[in-house]
């Protein structure tokens, strides 16, 4: 097991994404604090994972408050003594060009999208800095590399995760310390309603899918899964600062 005695946080692993990412690093051996507000979600995540003999607590939580951000980070690294593990999924979507979308969504977007992922990294590192490692993966998206329609507070905040993820890589990694960004293009999870709502409904969204992604088709939980193991496990040992793009080729076009 690759991440045999390593301690993880995992953000928004009560569905989708964050769960997958949760479930495989239990099964390679990581303890995982899978983190979401959602109780019910959160408590499936850690259910989940033990019925498989894995181990993992979870922590119920909005992000975004600092206070109760804080207070749960420093409960994990009491209670084991280490962070080994940063993944900062947690995310929303708001739809709406310039015009459209609502100044208190854009200001959600990047409250969740990009100022939890920088708190939740600046109060992981300094247990990270005194182990002499850590390794933190921030989820951006396909939107951070990509023009995404009618978009702007999701795009914005997704660019932003790539450039604050290449700031930490260059000032953390003389302590030891790796930060990448993932960028998953189409995966069929719910996290994609208001684009679906937006676009006119599934039918309209798997035509897009079919015509936008060169593979055809939507990912799988489990594709965004094993890209998430290979970052944050030493089989990425001397990668720092990276951008991985998971979509399907629709990047390349």
């Not at 850690?46 to 939580?61: H, K, M, T, W, Y």
């Not at 660019?159 to 930060?179: E, P």
Request: with cysteine; aromatic share 6%; glycine share 10%.
């Amino acid at each position: 097991m690759i991440l045999k005695d390593k301690v993880a946080i995992v953000t928004g692993a009560g569905s989708g994404i964050g769960q997958a990412g949760a479930a495989i690093m239990a099964r390679e051996g990581a303890h995982v604090a899978v983190a979401d507000r959602n109780a019910e979600g959160a408590a499936e995540t850690v259910a989940q994972i033990r019925n498989a003999g894995g181990s993992a607590e979870s922590l119920i939580l909005d992000v975004t408050d600092d206070i109760s951000l804080e207070a749960a980070i420093a409960s994990v690294l009491a209670r084991h003594g280490h962070i080994d593990i940063l993944h900062n999924h947690a995310g929303a979507q708001v739809a709406g060009d310039l015009e459209q979308v609502a100044v208190e969504g854009f200001d959600r977007s990047w409250g969740l999208n990009v100022r939890a992922h920088f708190m939740a990294a600046r109060l992981v590192m300094p247990a990270m800095k005194a182990q002499g490692a850590g390794v933190i993966l921030n989820t951006s998206s396909s939107s951070g590399v990509l023009y995404d329609r009618e978009m702007i507070a999701y795009t914005t905040t997704k660019h932003a995760v790539i450039a604050m993820t290449r700031q930490m890589a260059g000032d953390y990694a003389r302590f030891g310390i790796r930060v990448n960004a993932l960028c998953p293009g189409w995966v069929d999870t719910p996290f994609n309603s208001p684009f679906i709502a937006q676009m006119g409904g599934r039918a309209a969204i798997e035509a897009y899918v079919r015509d936008k992604v060169p593979m055809g088709r939507w990912a799988d939980v489990g594709e965004i899964a094993e890209s998430i193991l290979f970052l944050v496990s030493d089989r990425s040992s001397y990668i720092t600062g990276q951008i991985l793009v998971v979509d399907g080729g629709e990047a390349v076009v």
